[in-house]
């Protein structure tokens, strides 16, 4: 039993719809059984897969995003962002990606950010007089940029399995998610100037001034993980339950829109989505075991090397395949199976583990805006009543500046490794 007979079997168990860690176990089952290796090393590698202090992280994050969306922080991000930059031409495209980014400082979830921000901002845009194929598009392109500004759920899982600092991925995720923001203006200066779309009234700086008090406070969120991680007041997992206490503060006490009840569902929520999460890495684990056995990244690694041994093409070769399995896998199932393979070749080949961690989840967070998954597409549909196919095509232009953003990357490190370099000393 080979590599090829495994994947079938890993995909096929997918395509019938068996969850990814279940398919992940049963493909590894029945290669152990195949194989004849004793099945007990499923329950050494299920209870030794989560035990990982960094992973503590993730449903610290889940709670604390879970809690942002509750008290209303959503609406008062919009509107300061609108008080901002709603003047520009295409005003509401532009406050779209600024929201993104100041959410994405409290989130870390491409899927909080459109499903918070998605039906606040539509419904906005569509007041306004924007079309929906414009309005739609750039909500879900802009939430993919949740997950790149610290804090990150998705650098978290990465940093774990691949050894590699969070800390340094939470910094290095800056510039390119502002750079991200950056690439999908243009975009929207083009669409705005081509079909003449409105502009807001420029607000007074008295006006601009009331927002910024009323979005403040959240907005210290990213500054506090960040500060406290530089300062080396708290470790990056630490970082994660000072959020989540922090959030808790502003809902209880600040905000009051949260009581013991609200509490209690929202952990309950929080710890099933964790769950699932932490679930997966158990069951890759097991599936790392079978993949480490049949010596696939060393075959992988050599069949790459047979091609190109220029970083920048391996580098190219990886992230075409990367958005090919984004189009059906969910992006952290796929970072949980392919960081084993690919962090030893990415290391063989000299580039830094940091630079390849914000290439590999911006690639896969594209995923999310494509079919048959694209899960920020299936969320931004039913929170606004678009139809999926309609949204899906709407958005397709707008994934070239992503793409762009991570081509910049692999011919510019130091755009990921600048302020890593100068903050923490990578």
């Not at 099945?39 to 889940?62: E, K």
């Not at 079909?195 to 907005?219: D, Q, V």
């Not at 995923?367 to 606004?384: D, E, F, M």
Request: charged share 10%; aromatic share 10%; hydrophobic share 60%.
């Amino acid at each position: 039993m080979g590599i090829f007979e495994i994947l079938l079997i890993l995909f096929s168990c997918m395509v019938i719809g068996i969850p990814i860690a279940f398919s992940l176990m049963l493909t590894s089952l029945f290669y152990l059984i195949v194989k004849g290796i004793p099945i007990t090393i499923i329950l050494q590698r299920l209870f030794a897969g989560p035990d990982s202090f960094p992973l503590l992280a993730v449903p610290f994050f889940i709670f604390a995003a879970q809690v942002m969306n509750t008290t209303g922080v959503t609406m008062r991000i919009f509107k300061f962002a609108n008080s901002c930059i709603g003047h520009i031409k295409g005003g509401l495209g532009h406050v779209n990606i600024l929201a993104s980014i100041i959410f994405a400082g409290m989130s870390g979830s491409a899927v909080a950010d459109a499903g918070g921000l998605g039906l606040v901002e539509v419904t906005a845009m569509r007041d306004a007089g924007y079309d929906d194929d414009f309005a739609l598009a750039i909500t879900a392109s802009s939430s993919i940029i949740g997950p790149i500004i610290p804090p990150s759920v998705p650098a978290v899982i990465y940093g774990a399995m691949a050894g590699v600092s969070i800390g340094g991925l939470f910094i290095g995720g800056i510039i390119p998610g502002l750079l991200m923001g950056l690439m999908l203006s243009m975009l929207v200066f083009l669409y705005a100037y081509k079909r003449n779309y409105p502009t807001n009234k420029r607000e007074s700086i008295k006006e601009i001034l009331l927002s910024g008090i009323n979005a403040f406070i959240p907005m210290l969120t990213p500054l506090i993980i960040i500060g406290g991680i530089w300062t080396g007041w708290f470790t990056p997992t630490e970082s994660a339950a000072v959020a989540a206490i922090y959030a808790l503060i502003l809902g209880v006490f600040v905000y009051r829109e949260i009581n013991i009840s609200d509490i209690w569902k929202l952990l309950k929520k929080s710890a099933g989505l964790s769950s699932r999460g932490i679930f997966i890495v158990a069951a890759a684990q097991i599936f790392g075991y079978v993949l480490a056995r049949e010596q696939v990244a060393p075959k992988l690694s050599q069949f790459l090397f047979g091609i190109t041994e220029n970083p920048q093409g391996i580098l190219l070769l990886i992230i075409a395949f990367l958005l090919v399995i984004g189009t059906f896998m969910e992006p952290v199932s796929a970072m949980i199976i392919l960081i084993p393979v690919f962090n030893p070749i990415i290391r063989t080949m000299g580039i830094h583990p940091i630079q390849f961690g914000i290439i590999m989840i911006i690639t896969l967070m594209i995923g999310l805006l494509t079919p048959p998954v694209g899960q920020v597409l299936y969320i931004l549909s039913v929170v606004t009543g678009a139809k999926f196919e309609f949204i899906a095509k709407s958005v397709a232009i707008f994934i070239i500046p992503l793409i762009i953003v991570v081509l910049m990357i692999v011919f510019i490190p130091e755009i990921v490794l600048f302020l890593p370099r100068i903050m923490i000393g990578i």
